[in-house]
């Protein structure tokens, strides 16, 4: 993805109000893309509202034995390190929610009886809200996992945006890593409980590993103690917004629309939240090319 400037927004549970900061965020910046990874939940386009201009399926190469040419020497069963092939009752079954689709089984038949076909694992659609493209992944019920459709949506998207949003997956799994790893900056949103902080640190923890420079939204922030705010302030994250519990900003998303298009205040806040990550990113980069 060419693209200036790439934030991923992270939660460590759903419901926290990440779609609420990258939503916001995507409508704020200019000739942005939206990327909607939480593919099991998106909801983004629920607020980058627009009529579908465009679907793409995401297909998957999925093994299939050619039980005329198979004699069942078991080497592909014994190959799949994820356990997808198993040797029953004399045939060879293929257990498709968890290949990987790595191809493996089929190079290593010595009878060539493993063909492939094209499994349809979910979609993306394409949709255009004022200054936003956004793209939503979508993943088929019953399937495992939807790290494919988000390897597609960032390798398939055109260049020419100045910012993209990328609205991850909640929580601290493979499937978010997939994610961020283009990200040049990582926006973590908490909530103000005890729980929301051990979602922040594990979030907080896979920017880490990743060396992605990060720094942390609170939402529906009341004056009281902050088990997240204290987690920022002890490790050095920086905070950088405050969303506060209101009854009219919970009105607005609870109506499909965005905050910034209704609160000048806010409108403003995401303004300067996102010039301050660009700033930010900037500066990493000066740093770098310096080296
Ligand atoms: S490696 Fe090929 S021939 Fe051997 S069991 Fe698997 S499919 Fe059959
Ligand atoms: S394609 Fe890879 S993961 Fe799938 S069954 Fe074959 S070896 Fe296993």
């Keep these: ?3 200036n400037l790439k934030i991923a927004v992270l939660s460590g549970k759903g419901g926290t109000g990440k779609t609420l900061v990258a939503s916001n965020l995507a409508k704020i910046a200019n000739r942005a893309v939206y990327l909607d990874c939480d593919v099991e939940e998106p909801n983004g386009h629920l607020f980058l509202k627009g009529p579908v201009l465009e679907a793409f399926d995401v297909d998957l190469p999925m093994p299939e034995v050619n039980l005329d040419l198979c004699d069942y020497c078991r080497k592909c069963v014994d190959f799949c390190a994820f356990n997808a092939l198993a040797l029953i009752s004399g045939r060879v079954k293929v257990f498709d929610k968890i ?13 060539n009886a493993i063909e492939e076909y094209n499994k349809n694992i979910g979609k993306i659609e394409r949709r255009h809200y004022d200054n936003v493209d956004v793209y939503t992944g979508i993943l088929n019920p019953g399937e495992e996992s939807g790290t494919s459709i988000i390897k597609k949506m960032m390798t398939t998207i055109p260049s020419g945006y100045e910012t993209a949003i990328i609205d991850s997956p909640p929580g601290s799994a493979c499937i978010v890593m997939d994610s961020i790893e283009d990200a040049d900056y990582c926006v973590l949103v908490a909530e103000p409980t005890t729980f929301g902080a051990h979602n922040l640190r594990m979030v907080h923890e896979l920017t880490k590993v990743f060396n992605k420079p990060c720094g942390a939204v609170l939402n529906k922030t009341n004056g009281e103690e ?4 204290i987690y920022c302030m002890d490790n050095n994250v920086p905070i950088l917004l405050d969303i506060p519990w209101r009854k009219d900003i919970s009105d607005y998303i609870a109506e499909g629309s965005l905050v910034v298009e209704k609160d ?11 010039e301050r990550i660009s700033q930010e990113v900037q500066n990493e980069k000066n740093t770098y090319t310096q080296r």
């Design 99 to 111: 290949c990987h689709s790595c191809g493996g089984c089929k190079v290593i038949c010595p009878q």
């Design 264 to 274: 000048k205040e806010l409108s403003e806040s995401f303004a300067a939240l996102l």
């Design 226 to 229: 902050d088990p997240s705010r």
């Design 1 to 3: 993805m060419d693209t």
